[in-house]
C-alpha cells in the first residue's frame, strides 16, 4: 500500500515539476576519523549528512528515469560508477610516460 502511495506522489511531483522544500534538508553528522587521534582538532573529522528517506526514493526514480540523459565531464572521477581515484591517476601519469618516451 505504501508504495501505490508513493508512486502517485511522484508522478504528481513530477507532473507538476515540484520538489517539496522538506526533501533538501538534511542533519549534518560529525564522524571522527580517527578515534584514537586528536578530538580537538576539526580535521579529525568529516561530515556526512542523513537525508529524509523519502527524498532519497525521489532521487533514485529520477535517476532511473532519466540517467540516460544527464552525463558529466570526461574529467570527473568521483561519485561516477565504475571510477576511481585510480582511474583519475592512470590517465595523466600514462601521458607523461607516452610524452617522456616519445620526446
Known amino acids: 500500500m505504501l508504495a501505490v502511495h508513493l508512486s502517485v506522489l511522484f508522478r504528481m511531483l513530477l507532473k507538476h515539476n515540484v520538489v517539496p522544500d522538506g526533501f533538501g534538508y538534511g542533519l549534518v553528522i560529525l564522524l571522527v576519523k580517527d578515534t584514537d587521534g586528536n578530538r580537538f582538532v576539526t ?20 535517476m532511473l528515469l532519466f540517467d540516460s ?3 558529466s565531464d570526461s ?13 583519475a591517476m592512470f590517465r595523466p601519469t600514462l601521458k607523461t610516460v607516452v610524452d617522456h618516451v616519445l620526446l
Request: net charge positive; with cysteine; glycine share 6%.
Open 43 to 62: 580535521d579529525n573529522y568529516r561530515g556526512i549528512t542523513i537525508s529524509p528517506v523519502i527524498s532519497k526514493l525521489f532521487e533514485m526514480v529520477l
Open 75 to 87: 574529467l570527473q572521477f568521483g561519485f561516477k560508477q565504475k571510477s576511481s581515484c585510480n582511474h
Open 69 to 71: 540523459q544527464l552525463s
